[in-house]
């Protein structure tokens, strides 16, 4: 069977520039891989804190996700580097989700902090900006109540934009268990929120 190896022709230049600093990085160049690092952390971090809302633990399950990356850089055949280095972060977080599951302390105490949420427009008013911290305040809060698995699902889909076929690659389960998931979750949030709903209207 062929190896795709990252060389592997793309005309996205986003993607050439990735595959070069991979490719780079399995040549031993440290530095490469670093590159990757800082182009990357940020955005695996808005993805994992969405799902481990504990910022400490989500930015240690980032950095073990950037561990396993270069560990297995071999194990890249080709693709987007991006959805690779998403994968794992998304299986780094699961693993600290089911690690708080088992060793349970103070649930999700960080969900007062929205520092991790998009800045308001500098031209919203306080009403709008009061309003738009609420809503982010009571769908955290909900988020948080809701299984790990519906949490994951929700968040791949409603918030990073992931269709079902790549959020059942990325999670390895069915197409039919993320539409399971999410459904379910979305009830459930439903549920959670049915006396806060009026923040949702209008």
Known sequence: MEDLRATTVTDDPVQRRDLILLDRAREG???AFNDLVVVYQDMLFALVV???PDRDQAA?????????AYRNMEGFRG????????????????????????RPA?????????TWQP???????????SLTAERHH???????????????????????????AEIAELTAVSVGTVKSRIHR?????RGLLADRMDLFRG
Not at 60 to 68: G, I, K, L, M, P
Not at 82 to 99: H, K, T, V
């Open 106 to 114: 103070d649930p999700y105490p960080e969900l007062e902090d929205d």
């Open 50 to 52: 969405r799902m481990v």
């Open 138 to 164: 009571a769908l955290n809060g909900a988020l948080a109540q809701i299984t790990n698995d519906q949490r994951t699902a929700i968040v791949l889909y409603d918030v990073e934009g992931y269709d079902y």
């Open 79 to 102: 693709g987007s580097v991006r959805s690779w280095l998403s994968r794992i972060a998304i299986n780094a977080a699961m693993d600290a989700q089911r690690l708080k599951k088992r």
């Open 60 to 68: 240690d399950a980032v950095q073990e996700a950037f561990f396993s």
């Open 185 to 189: 979750g979305r009830l459930a949030l």
């Open 29 to 31: 160049d440290l530095d």
């Open 119 to 129: 800045p308001a427009d500098a031209s919203a008013d306080p009403v709008t900006s």
